[in-house]
C-alpha cells in the first residue's frame, strides 16, 4: 500500500546542482542543519560513527544523481573546486609539482584515461610530455603491406585513435613547457611525422618553452621549420638526430620561406646532426633573428665545404649574443671570425685531438676578445704514444698571459691519458693560473675503467 501524500519518484529539488556549494572552502558551503546534525551526534555519544550515503539514499537514486551530474558541466566545474579544496594540506607534499608522461601505444589508454576524467585535477601539473613517433606516423608506402583487412582496419583506426587521444592530451595539459618527440630507432621503416596534426596541437602549448626532436624524421625541410615555428613562447630548441631529416629531397632553398620565422623568445640552440647546413643557411636568411645566448653544435665530424661555409655564417650571425657556446669537434671553428664573440662567458669544446689542435688552440686564444669570459672547457682525445712536445704549450701560455683573461675563473683539461706526463706538463707551463687555482686538469688512465 502507498502512504497517503508519498511521491513515486525522488524530489526535483534533490537532482538541481546546489550552487552554494561551489565555494572552495567546503566548511562554508554545508548546509547549517547537516553541521548541527552531526554535532549533536557526536556530543551524545563517544564514539563518532560517519553516516554512509548507502544508508540514506538508494542506489537508483544514487545513480540518477551521477547521470544528471555527468550531464552538467557547470556542476562538475563546481565539483572539481570543491574536490580540491577537500585535499589535507597535509598530502600537497605527495603531489609532484612537476608531473611527465611517456605517451606511446602501451600505455595511450591509461594517459588518456587519467587526463579525461571527469574531474581533472592532474592536468594542470603535467608539465613534461614524451610522444613516440610512431603513433603519429602517416602511411608510409615503402612499409610492409599489410594483406588482411582486419589488419589494415585496425591499423587505420588505431592512427585515428592516437591522432584524436593527442588532441584530449593538449586540451587537458594546458601548463605544458617540455615536449620531446622521438622516434624508435629499432624501426626498419621509419615514416615521416605527419606535420599537418602535429603543428595543431602544439599550438595549443601556450606555455611551451621547450621543444626536444630526437631523430625525427620529416617528409620535406619546410615541415621541419613549419613544426620548431610553431609555438611562439619557446626558449629552447633541441635537434638530435643521427639519420637524414628528408632535407637533401628539398625542392626549395632556404631562403624561399620568407613567412617562416624562429620563436622571438628563442635562447638555446643545440643541434646534433649529420649535415645540419640547409638548417644553418635558413638561420642566417631570417630577417629577424632571435637573442639566441647558448649555442651547441655537433654530430659531424667529417665536416665538407658547405657545411663549413653554412657554421662559419651562423657563428658570425649569432656570436655578437652568444653566451655559453659548445661545441663537439674542432672543425667548427674553422674559418670562424670569433673576435666578434664580446659577451661569451663559457666556451667548451669537447672531442679533438689534443696534439692536432695545439696551433689552433693558440689561435683561437689571439682571437678571442675574452673581456667577458669566465670558463674555458676542453674535452681532448689523446692517443698511447703521443708526442706531447709537438704541442706549442709555450705559445700558447703566452696567448693566455694576457690582460684580457683577467676575469678568467676556470681552465679545464680533462681527458683519458696514460700516466702523468700531460698533468705534469700542464702545471708547469700555466703556473700562474695553477697558482690562483683557475686551472684544473682531470686526466684518468683508459684503461681503468669509467668516470668516477
Not at 547549517?32 to 556530543?43: A, E, K, Y
Not at 544508508?55 to 544523481?65: C, F, H, N, R
Not at 626498419?188 to 626532436?213: C, M, N, W
Not at 670562424?336 to 667548451?348: H, K
Request: with cysteine.
Amino acid at each position: 500500500m502507498s502512504v497517503l501524500g508519498a511521491r513515486p519518484y525522488p524530489p526535483k529539488s534533490i537532482l538541481k546542482p546546489i550552487r552554494r556549494y561551489a565555494s572552495a572552502n567546503p566548511s562554508k558551503s554545508l548546509p547549517n542543519r547537516q553541521s548541527s546534525s552531526l554535532t549533536r551526534q557526536s556530543n551524545s555519544t563517544d564514539e563518532i560513527q560517519q553516516p554512509s550515503i548507502h544508508d540514506e539514499l538508494p542506489q537508483e537514486l544514487i545513480d540518477t544523481i551521477i547521470d544528471f551530474l555527468h550531464s552538467d558541466k557547470v556542476t562538475l566545474r563546481n565539483l572539481t573546486v570543491v574536490s580540491r579544496a577537500w585535499l589535507p594540506r597535509a598530502r600537497l607534499h605527495l603531489l609532484p609539482k612537476n608531473i611527465y608522461f611517456c605517451l606511446h601505444a602501451a600505455n595511450v589508454e591509461r594517459v588518456v584515461g587519467v587526463l579525461s576524467s571527469p574531474i581533472r585535477t592532474i592536468g594542470p601539473y603535467v608539465r613534461g610530455l614524451h610522444l613516440q613517433i610512431d603513433e603519429l606516423r602517416r602511411a608510409n608506402p615503402k612499409g610492409p603491406v599489410l594483406a588482411d583487412h582486419d589488419a589494415i582496419f585496425q591499423h587505420k583506426s588505431q592512427q585515428v585513435h592516437l591522432r584524436d587521444s593527442l588532441g584530449i592530451v593538449a586540451v587537458a595539459c594546458r601548463s605544458l613547457n617540455f615536449l620531446k618527440l622521438t622516434t624508435q630507432y629499432e624501426s626498419p621503416y621509419p615514416g615521416p611525422v605527419d606535420a599537418d596534426v602535429f603543428i595543431i596541437q602544439i599550438r595549443s602549448f601556450k606555455l611551451l618553452t621547450h621543444l626536444e626532436l630526437d631523430a625525427c624524421v620529416f617528409g620535406a625541410f619546410e615541415e621541419f621549420l613549419s613544426v620548431i615555428c610553431a609555438p611562439r613562447s619557446l626558449r629552447a630548441l633541441l635537434v638530435q638526430n643521427r639519420r637524414c631529416w628528408g632535407w637533401e629531397s628539398a625542392r626549395k632553398t632556404p631562403q624561399a620561406f620568407p613567412s617562416l620565422r624562429l620563436p622571438p623568445r628563442l635562447s638555446r640552440l643545440e643541434v646534433v646532426a649529420e649535415r645540419p647546413h640547409l638548417f644553418f643557411e635558413w638561420i642566417q636568411n631570417t630577417p629577424v633573428l632571435p637573442k639566441i645566448t647558448t649555442l651547441s653544435l655537433g654530430g659531424s665530424e667529417n665536416a665538407d665545404e658547405s657545411l663549413r661555409d653554412a657554421s662559419r655564417g651562423l657563428l658570425q650571425a649569432l656570436g655578437p649574443e652568444l653566451k655559453i657556446a659548445r661545441l663537439f669537434g674542432w672543425h667548427w671553428l674553422d674559418g670562424a671570425d670569433v673576435s666578434r664573440w664580446m659577451n661569451l662567458q663559457t666556451l667548451t669544446i669537447s672531442h679533438f685531438d689534443l696534439i692536432v689542435a695545439g696551433a689552433r688552440m693558440e689561435r683561437l686564444f689571439k682571437q678571442l676578445p675574452a673581456s667577458s669570459l669566465i670558463k674555458i672547457n676542453f674535452y681532448f682525445l689523446l692517443d698511447d704514444g703521443a708526442d706531447l712536445d709537438a704541442v706549442p704549450w709555450h705559445w700558447i701560455a703566452r696567448a693566455l698571459n694576457h690582460p684580457k683573461f683577467r676575469n678568467l675563473k676556470v681552465l679545464r683539461f680533462q681527458g683519458r691519458t696514460k700516466g702523468h706526463e700531460l698533468e705534469v706538463i700542464l702545471r708547469e707551463k700555466f703556473e700562474w693560473l695553477d697558482r690562483k687555482g683557475v686551472l684544473s686538469v682531470k686526466t684518468k688512465d683508459r684503461h681503468v675503467g669509467p668516470w668516477a
